[in-house]
Nanobody, 123 residues
Framework: QVMLVESGGGLVQTGGSLKLSCAASGHRFRDYSVAWFRQSPGKAREFVAWISWTSPDTKYAESVKGRFTIARNNAENTASLQMSSLKPEDTAVYFC????????????????WGQGTEVTVSS
């Protein structure tokens, strides 16, 4: 069993930066790939970024490529999402997920989820 807790969300202006963190409990975290998803009001959840259990293999949604960076620290049982050049369309609740038994970009294939942290980008 792995529990995930996100933090670091908040209000930021367009062009600003935020770093989200995902703290995991459970000794198996280091064995799992980790992903970030986001969901805006009235929209479906969408994939943002993914990192393998043996980083640095990473993948990003086209909408965030070059602006967001996913990382993990297995020694500390954490993952992070550094977000730069933020846009109003990045406004969403961001979720950390771990342990996919299917596609890396399919939310339904992940077994563990955090409660989410809200990011608001003002124009």
């Amino acid at each position: 069993q792995v529990m995930l807790v996100e933090s670091g969300g908040g209000l930021v202006q367009t062009g600003g930066s935020l770093k989200l963190s995902c703290a995991a409990s459970g000794h198996r975290f280091r064995d799992y790939s980790v992903a970030w998803f986001r969901q805006s009001p009235g929209k479906a959840r969408e994939f943002v970024a993914w990192i393998s259990w043996t980083s640095p293999d990473t993948k990003y949604a086209e909408s965030v490529k070059g602006r967001f960076t996913i990382a993990r620290n297995n020694a500390e049982n954490t993952a992070s999402l550094q977000m730069s050049s933020l846009k109003p369309e990045d406004t969403a609740v961001y979720f950390c997920a771990a342990y996919s038994t299917g596609r890396y970009d399919s939310g339904q294939d992940y077994h563990y989820w955090g409660q989410g942290t809200e990011v608001t980008v003002s124009s």
